[in-house]
């Protein structure tokens, strides 16, 4: 035994209960009361906090080119970020060139990570060529390799229509594999750019109304449509709006496997947020929303028709969003010059965790949002997602009486501002363990450039909603 937590409340999906965690190398070696160190463990008092699994962030976008420029955490600064609020292991995306086959897409993106991630991570493949047969089996050989999930654009003009959403869905029920998708509608979208800009709307709060609730909601019913008439399984990213979410719970109360995931963005701001001084600020895709969406998430969250919490982590620096203004050749910009995205990597389990330690859902719905079914939807619930002897040693402390409030100043992305400035939280992560050792304590990163690992995932098959 190397490491033992002594005196906590352990929080599991399921439950929560006082016990010690023994950890032996990179492993859960036991969990139960009275457990004794050897002679050379490390003991960790943790008598009067929560001991919970490590989050897995299922969305994040790292180095990644969009709008002119490449957001602002890499590989080593959104890990590191992540460690220091709890989170043990994320997916980013490996884009898909044309005439590029799946797993070499993986191979491109995972030669930037493996040399920086400081925890660790897997991939999603972001489909952009399957007008082949060949292009389109490569899915398979991405399965057979651990990455079984995929991801489709509905919008932008590396996206796909849908007769090739369609062929992706048909692949993934054979093959074993999850497809999740970016659901706007495209077409419409850009018929609202055009206008508004014609009429001289430029500023932010347009970018939401080009991409307003039925924009989203639409796009979204299409998708769970196509789903259906392939029999496969669909995860929704970063659902934002009231009419995916009332077509989720139709399609899971009838019986399909569908899954949506949200971001913290989503359940706390609303689309106030785009008449704000610096508005640009909050610009990503999809955008926040009306009240009456975020209620709806809300009841989502509470009822288990929401399976995951992700972040979309994607930042840019202020001087980028400013582009919204003035683009950085000098020429006049506005709301489609602003690159879309945010930080939220290092909120995201304190966030749901304070929402839960004011009582807005349990502490054990915060971990299956954010930890258990992640695991399970990507195929990793064999190494982590939970606490238990024989999985990884993804392990968080935290403090339920900690008050923080969140500035940019005390987190650890290479960001220069953060859309959470100010937000108080009830409670906070105070360590951090990543297969056993210590990435982050009392406020500091402690973990290591390259630790991180590239996870193998199992492959994927969902036969209802439930999971």
């Known amino acids: 035994m190397d490491l033992l937590i002594k005196g906590g409340t352990v929080v599991t999906a399921e439950n929560s209960f006082k016990a010690d965690v023994a950890v032996t190398g990179e492993k859960i070696s036991a969990i139960g009361l009275g457990l004794k160190p050897g002679r050379n463990t ?114 932008y003009d590396f996206g796909v229509d849908d007769g090739q959403f369609y062929k992706v869905l048909q692949k993934s029920a ?17 018929v609202l750019t055009k206008q508004y800009l014609a009429e001289g709307k430029t500023e932010a709060w347009w970018h939401y109304m080009a991409k307003n609730e039925m924009v989203e909601g639409e796009a979204d019913v299409r998708a769970i449509n196509l789903a259906k008439m392939t029999g496969a399984s669909l995860y929704i990213v970063h659902l934002a709006d009231k009419m995916g979410m009332d077509a989720v719970v139709k399609a899971r109360d009838e019986g399909y496997p569908i899954f949506a995931e949200t971001c913290p963005q989503y359940l ?41 919490v992700a972040t979309d982590h994607c930042p840019f620096t202020k001087a980028e969003k400013d582009w919204g203004i003035t683009k950085k050749d000098g020429a006049p910009g506005n709301f489609t010059t602003i690159p879309n995205g945010c930080a939220g990597v290092e909120t995201m389990y304190p966030y749901m965790l304070s929402e839960a330690n004011k009582g807005r859902i349990s502490f054990n719905r915060a971990v299956e949002l954010c930890a258990a079914n992640p695991a399970k939807l990507f195929g990793l619930d064999h190494l982590k997602g939970a606490l238990q002897a024989g999985l990884d040693a993804d392990i968080v402390i935290y403090d339920p009486k900690k008050n923080f409030m969140i500035t940019n100043t005390q987190m650890h992305g290479d960001t220069d501002h953060t859309i959470w400035e100010n937000v108080k939280l009830k409670g906070y992560p105070i360590a951090t363990y990543c297969r056993g050792s210590v990435v982050f304590q009392d406020g500091r990163f402690l973990g290591r450039k390259g630790a991180g690992r590239l996870i193998k995932c199992k492959p994927i098959r969902l036969k209802g909603p439930q999971l």
């Open 42 to 155: 490390e003991v960790v008092d943790a008598k009067g906090k929560l001991v919970l699994p490590g989050a897995i962030d299922g969305h994040t976008h790292l180095a990644l080119s969009f709008g002119g420029t490449i957001s602002s955490d890499d590989y080593y600064a959104g890990t590191r970020s992540a460690a220091c609020g709890g989170t043990t292991t994320v997916f980013d995306f490996a884009q898909q060139n044309a005439g590029e086959r799946m797993m070499d897409a993986v191979h491109r993106r995972n030669a930037m990570a493996a040399k920086d991630a400081a925890v660790d991570y897997s991939f999603h493949i972001g489909v952009g060529d399957v007008t082949t047969d060949e292009m389109l089996d490569s899915m398979k050989e991405a399965v057979e390799c651990g990455i079984p999930s995929f991801k489709v654009f509905m919008v």
């Open 174 to 190: 054979k093959i074993g594999a999850l497809v999740g998708v970016h659901a706007e509608n495209r077409d419409v979208n850009n």
């Open 268 to 308: 706390h701001f609303t689309n106030e947020v785009y008449k704000r001084e610096r508005g640009r600020d909050f610009v990503c895709s999809p955008p926040m929303k009306n009240k009456e969406s975020q209620d709806a998430l809300w009841k989502g969250i509470q009822t288990g028709d929401i399976a995951t």
